[in-house]
């Protein structure tokens, strides 16, 4: 990816990561001018975040311990989204990355 496109969106791909209100800012703020590595970010902050909702719904209606494990996964998945968006690396997510960008391709 160019390294223009990088920094233009960089901002934005950070800010995605911030909670769901961070995401829904993001995704608005790159509706006007679509910046691929913004939208790729967003993507990988989208997935992360139904898997922290997947990992709630697990902790309260089924096993703690799979919730526990399933938000665990998501906090380290979080963290590792957010150090590519902050390096400015275009770096799926480890297991689940390519799921994200394919699931959501359409979004953002």
């Not at 509706?31 to 719904?57: C, E, M, V, W, Y």
């Amino acid at each position: 990816m160019q390294n223009q496109t990088v920094q233009e969106g960089k901002t934005m791909a950070v800010i995605s990561y911030v909670f769901w209100l961070g995401l829904i800012i993001a995704i608005y703020m790159n509706n006007k001018d679509k910046n691929p590595f913004t939208s790729f970010h967003i993507r990988q902050s989208f997935g992360i975040l139904l898997l922290n909702l997947a990992a709630g719904f697990a902790f309260q209606y089924m096993n703690h311990t799979l919730g526990f494990i399933i938000a665990v996964t998501t906090v380290i998945l979080w963290i590792l989204g957010s150090f590519a968006a902050l390096k400015g690396e275009e770096k799926e997510v480890p297991l689940l990355g390519k799921l994200f960008q394919d699931l959501f391709k359409g979004l953002s």
